[in-house]
């Protein structure tokens, strides 16, 4: 099995800024973060896959950045101009599999490990 632990969630005014990390025990091909907020869907935030490819959903695109570390095997989520609708708990998912996805990025949630989840809350 693979374990995930993400961090860096925490309380910020609108238009601040913050960095979600995740950290697991082994190496992953393709990474990304999913956010749930109270009585909505679970939404697909950014993925980044083992050619480097990255893709967003559209709301974040030019405000949130995802990269990783393989030698230190930790995704990163850079978050900045943060709004309200972006309070949720963000959830890294991870798939150990050589398994691409491409368009079909959502599926992450579906084959991928889950870490426990950090709640970023967006205050106005």
């Known amino acids: 099995d693979v374990q995930l632990v993400d961090s860096g969630g925490g309380s910020v005014q609108a238009g601040g800024s913050l960095t979600l990390s995740c950290t697991a025990s082994?190496?992953?091909?393709?990474q990304g973060w999913f956010r749930q907020a109270p009585g909505k869907e679970r939404e697909e935030v950014a993925i980044?896959?083992?050619?480097?490819?990255?893709r967003y959903r559209d709301s974040v695109k030019g405000r949130f950045t995802i990269s990783k570390d393989n030698a230190k095997k930790t995704l990163h989520l850079e978050m900045n101009s943060l709004k309200p609708e972006d309070t949720a708990m963000y959830y890294c998912?991870?798939?150990?599999?050589?398994?691409?996805?491409?368009?079909?990025?959502?599926?992450?949630?579906?084959?991928?490990?889950w870490g426990q989840g950090t709640q970023v809350t967006v205050s106005s």
């Open positions: 980044i896959e083992s050619d480097g490819s990255t």
């Open positions: 082994t190496y992953i091909y393709s």
């Open positions: 998912v991870a798939d150990p599999s050589p398994r691409r996805y491409g368009v079909n990025w959502g599926r992450l949630a579906d084959f991928g490990y």
